[in-house]
């Protein structure tokens, strides 16, 4: 099993980046897809998350209107893009795959770095 995050990087504020994370080992259609991000010195948290159909997507209050969390079962990849970044933004980001069936199955990247500044 493998998720592999790609597209972070440094931006200046109000910039655009496109995350991606690319999935392999697993049924990529069967899983719920989300975004985590965690600067440092605080606690992770969720940012974006997609339903395996693509069907329903939740946002952070920080980041609604801005981010916009996609999907392709074709290409088993998730996309986050992100727009009006601001400093604040800056973390790494990781992707979570997840899904219930008897109990709780989740994997995770490992993570890519976003930094926001002038």
């Known amino acids: 099993v493998q998720l592999v995050e790609s597209g972070g990087g440094l931006v200046q504020p109000g910039g655009s980046l496109r995350l991606s994370c690319a999935a392999s080992?697993?049924?990529?259609?069967?899983?719920?897809m989300s975004w985590y991000r965690q600067a440092p010195g605080k606690e992770r948290e969720l940012v974006a998350a997609?339903?395996?159909?693509?069907?329903?997507?939740n946002y952070a209050d920080s980041v609604k209107g801005r981010f916009t969390i996609s999907r392709d079962n074709a290409k088993s990849t998730v996309y986050l893009q992100m727009n009006s970044l601001k400093p604040e933004d800056t973390a790494v980001y990781s992707c979570?795959?997840?899904?219930?069936?008897?109990?709780?199955?989740?994997?995770w990247g490992q993570g890519t770095q976003v930094t926001v500044s002038s």
């Open positions: 979570r795959a997840a899904r219930f069936l008897y109990t709780w199955h989740e994997y």
């Open positions: 080992g697993f049924t990529f259609s069967s899983y719920g």
């Open positions: 997609i339903a395996s159909t693509g069907g329903s997507t």
